[in-house]
């Protein structure tokens, strides 16, 4: 097989020991983070679109990707089917995102068991009433991951959408006229259990039930939106870190 078009490398640059597990950031600075923190024996596949991949091993000897999906579900989805090309079967999202439960806190992680998507590419994978939930032995071994390293963890419902301020109801933006269907929207998700807002996990976990891998996300959080719109810059490398840390150790089972 070629290399595949946006991710930008293919099965044979992967080596005789292939890895089946990747986990895919947002931020291209967090994949590359990852793999020169966490992995040994580090090799760029591809900087390819700012889409950057890297192969490595955990302590434990086996081999992963640590990739990068690009901001938003669309872009997920492209890398997402591509990394299942290259034989890829399990997945682990390590993102950011905001609270909106007050006892969420900032440099804390939520492991999401499941998402309220509210997000255009995932109609593409499966219908709005296809559940987007995560595999539950992934999310569980996050959540032992997460005990075991004595990070602090809330384990729940995330709402996936797929803008960062209007579908977050956020008005201190270009935009202060809300829809008026998006007008509470917060207050709502709130009652109804849901932990946090992000961008990619409702769309990953349908890949995932669809295409027959396993899918799990962890996020660090770095805003309360019980208080304010802004994310608190100085929580986010404490809650990026516990993420990354919690996500590297559950990977060791699986990888």
Same mark, same amino acid.
């Given at each position: 097989?070629?290399?595949l078009?946006? $991710?930008?490398?293919g099965?044979e640059?992967?080596g005789?020991?292939?890895?089946?597990?990747a986990?895919?950031?947002?931020?291209?600075?967090?994949?590359t !983070?990852?793999?020169q923190?966490?992995?040994?024996?580090v090799?760029t596949?591809?900087?390819?679109?700012? *889409?950057?991949?890297?192969?490595?091993f955990?302590p434990?000897?086996?081999?992963?990707?640590?990739?990068?999906?690009?901001?938003?579900?669309?872009?997920?989805s492209?890398?997402?089917?591509?990394?299942?090309?290259v034989g890829?079967?399990?997945? $682990?999202?390590v993102?950011?995102s905001?609270?909106?439960q007050?006892?969420?806190?900032p440099?804390?992680v939520?492991?999401?068991?499941?998402a309220?998507?509210?997000?255009g590419?995932?109609?593409?994978?499966a219908?709005?009433e296809?559940?987007?939930?995560?595999?539950?032995?992934?999310?569980?071994a996050?959540?032992?991951a997460?005990?075991?390293l004595?990070?602090?963890?809330a384990?729940?419902i995330t709402?996936?959408?797929?803008?960062?301020?209007?579908?977050?109801e956020?008005?201190?933006?270009?935009?202060p006229? *809300?829809l008026?269907?998006?007008?509470?929207?917060t207050?709502?998700?709130r009652n109804?259990?849901?932990?946090?807002?992000?961008?990619e996990a409702?769309?990953?976990?349908?890949?995932?039930?669809?295409?027959?891998?396993a899918?799990?996300?962890?996020?660090?959080i770095?805003? !309360?939106?019980?208080?304010?719109e802004?994310?608190?810059?100085?929580?986010?490398?404490l809650?990026?870190?516990?993420?990354?840390?919690?996500?590297i150790e559950a990977a060791?089972?699986?990888a």
């Amino acid at each position: 097989m070629a290399d595949l078009y946006h $991710i930008g490398f293919g099965p044979e640059d992967l080596g005789d020991h292939r890895p089946t597990l990747a986990i895919l950031s947002g931020d291209p600075n967090r994949a590359t !983070q990852i793999a020169q923190t966490k992995l040994s024996q580090v090799k760029t596949l591809s900087e390819n679109r700012g *889409l950057n991949s890297y192969l490595g091993f955990l302590p434990n000897g086996r081999p992963i990707i640590s990739a990068t999906s690009g901001m938003g579900a669309p872009s997920l989805s492209i890398v997402v089917n591509e990394l299942v090309q290259v034989g890829i079967r399990t997945i $682990i999202r390590v993102g950011t995102s905001g609270s909106i439960q007050e006892d969420v806190k900032p440099g804390s992680v939520v492991i999401s068991k499941a998402a309220l998507c509210r997000q255009g590419a995932a109609n593409d994978i499966a219908p709005p009433e296809y559940p987007a939930s995560a595999d539950p032995f992934l999310t569980v071994a996050l959540v032992e991951a997460a005990q075991r390293l004595g990070v602090e963890y809330a384990l729940g419902i995330t709402a996936s959408v797929d803008t960062f301020y209007e579908g977050q109801e956020r008005t201190g933006s270009a935009n202060p006229h *809300l829809l008026r269907a998006l007008q509470g929207i917060t207050e709502e998700y709130r009652n109804l259990r849901i932990l946090n807002y992000e961008m990619e996990a409702g769309t990953l976990f349908k890949m995932g039930n669809v295409y027959g891998f396993a899918a799990a996300c962890i996020c660090g959080i770095i805003a !309360q939106r019980t208080r304010a719109e802004q994310p608190i810059l100085e929580a986010k490398g404490l809650a990026v870190q516990r993420a990354i840390d919690v996500a590297i150790e559950a990977a060791a089972q699986f990888a």
